[in-house]
């Protein structure tokens, strides 16, 4: 098992954008998503459940777009 972590990682607008198109060809198509993120490769299987997350606290908003499996 490999050890916990939390990263959060900021992309210019066009490498989002790139991700987000990648990540819905692959839901589309009922394809397994291949993303690096700080430099560990993760492969996201098509079981995996995906959920939007909203935040406001002191006039700041967050949106989360979560994407959650466990390993098998």
Do not use: S
Not at 21 to 49: M, N, S
Request: aromatic share 10%.
């Amino acid at each position: 098992m490999k050890p916990e972590r939390d990263i959060e990682k900021e992309y210019p607008t066009a490498q989002f954008v790139e991700k987000l198109r990648r990540l819905a060809d692959c839901l589309e198509k009922g394809e397994q998503f291949e993303i690096q993120i700080a430099g560990e490769r993760l492969y996201v299987p098509v079981r995996a459940t995906y959920n939007i997350e909203h935040e406001r606290e002191d006039g700041e908003h967050e949106i989360e777009f979560q994407i959650k499996w466990k390993d098998e």
